[in-house]
């Protein structure tokens, strides 16, 4: 795979904002190493743009005959270093995967007889069904991997797959050849020690451990014997992070053969950090009676469970730990010659790797209640990114809930990158 090509504008008229982004992706045509005959297509816009989706999606097809399109609206979106939100805009990315390669799906184009390695997934956040839809589609994969998001809006959320759609689920799906590295980044931190569900009723915790879930959610919060009541201020802001009973060695699915997906599935904390596979959940209601608590998902006895809340520090470690490790897979470990002395004669807080030579392009999917202003500024979040990986092309959104394997997230962002060939 080339270098993918990528764009993003801003502009009321969403014609404007088009050939603005038009305008750069032909500049980057005629690069060295670039994607000069794109087959496929990402669109993202804010959702300011979302009533124009269908003109808009006829224009791509007009501009760039041949090449498929998926994608998604969202409240804000993510190109490379930047972050648009409040403001009508959109980001494109386009690449020269061959065809018989990829298979754009939804619910009026079924996968059919492809071969499904890995897929990147947009669904409706309106829906009580994403859960399973998303379970469902990552059973159709071989890896299991998915990566993508909820589409986002004020108003009405769309999603695109050769189509404007709302509802359902939808995407494009990858064979073994398309070689990508995922990783999911939490922006919660534990609050208290990982303890396994012993009991429960749906999504009534009753018993962690064998003890009464909210005298062990007390406790944490240095409540313990109190009454709830007087608990409510640090009640309303401790989330819950839920992870599934760990799966023997023996039983979990391999990505297979030739995959670059080997992204680190270690449960609940780890060294005071989520793993990947910990979902943040609210906490729903408290049942004094039973000393339980209600979270926003089903809780299986064997899972596990820590409380959490967010942490702005916490997240911008851990965005800056997986960029680290999918830099590290698709790269040498050392840097050029030249390219380490420009690091170390950069000032302090400055320094910048260069592109990736590895990197074709990414998409970063993170939640609608991070981008710049949980870390600090406008395009924070995007410019640790752009700091850690260099100047890749990258397009992504602000999504209503954050897909990565088989499992819907909150307040994380989803990291994927392809690879040059090799």
């Given at each position: ?40 297509g ?19 097809h ?51 007889g ?16 994403a ?19 909820l ?23 990858f ?18 020690q990982?303890r ?11 018993q ?59 449960h609940?904390?780890?060294?005071g ?33 820590a ?11 851990d965005?800056?730990?997986i ?31 260069p592109?990736?030579h ?13 981008g ?29 809930g ?13 990291l ?7």
């Open positions: 795979m080339k270098r993918l090509l990528h764009a993003h504008a801003t502009h009321p008229d969403w014609r404007m904002a088009l050939a603005l982004a038009a305008a750069q992706i032909e500049a980057q045509r005629s690069e060295p190493g670039a994607a000069s005959a794109p087959t496929l990402w669109v993202y816009f804010t959702d300011l743009f979302s009533a124009h989706a269908t003109p808009l999606l006829a224009e791509l007009q501009r760039w005959p041949g090449v498929q399109w998926v994608g998604a609206s969202g409240v804000g979106i993510a190109a490379s270093g930047v972050e648009y939100f409040d403001e009508p805009a959109l980001a494109l990315m386009l690449a020269d995967i061959p065809r018989e390669r990829f298979r754009v799906f939804s619910g009026a184009r079924p996968l059919g492809f071969p499904a390695h890995t897929a990147n997934v947009h669904a409706d956040p309106g829906g009580n069904d859960d399973e839809l998303v379970r469902d589609m990552s059973a159709r994969t071989a890896t299991g991997y998915l990566f993508g998001g589409a986002s809006a004020r108003s009405t959320a769309v999603q695109i797959a050769e189509d404007v759609l709302t509802g359902g689920l939808s995407g494009v799906a064979d073994a050849r398309v070689a990508l590295v995922s990783r999911v980044t939490q922006g919660c931190q534990p609050i208290g990982a396994t569900v012993t009991a429960a009723d749906r999504n009534v915790v009753t962690l451990d064998g003890e009464g879930a909210l005298d062990c959610l007390l406790r944490d919060l240095n409540f313990e014997g109190a009454d709830p009541r007087a608990a409510l201020p640090a009640l309303r802001q401790t989330l819950v992070g839920l992870s599934d009973a760990p799966v023997p060695a023996t039983e979990r699915r391999a990505p297979g053969a030739g995959s670059a997906l080997q992204g680190r599935f270690d609940l904390t780890r060294r950090a989520f793993g990947a596979d910990t979902r943040v959940r609210h906490l729903v209601g408290l049942d004094p009676g039973r000393r339980g608590i209600a979270i926003g998902d089903i809780a299986e006895v064997g899972s596990q469970i409380f959490c809340s967010r942490n702005t520090e916490a997240a911008r470690r965005l800056m730990r960029c680290a490790e999918v830099r590290e897979e698709v790269e040498p470990e050392t840097l050029p010659l030249e390219a380490a002395l420009a690091l170390k004669g950069a000032p302090a807080g400055q320094a910048a790797l592109a990736s590895g990197i074709a392009g990414a998409i970063y999917v993170s939640c609608a209640g991070r710049g202003a949980h870390f600090g500024a406008p395009s924070a979040e995007l410019a640790i990114v752009k700091h850690a990986l260099g100047d890749v092309p990258l397009v992504g959104f602000f999504a209503s954050e897909i990565a394997r088989e499992h819907l997230y909150g307040y994380t962002g989803v994927t990158v392809f690879r040059t060939a090799e």
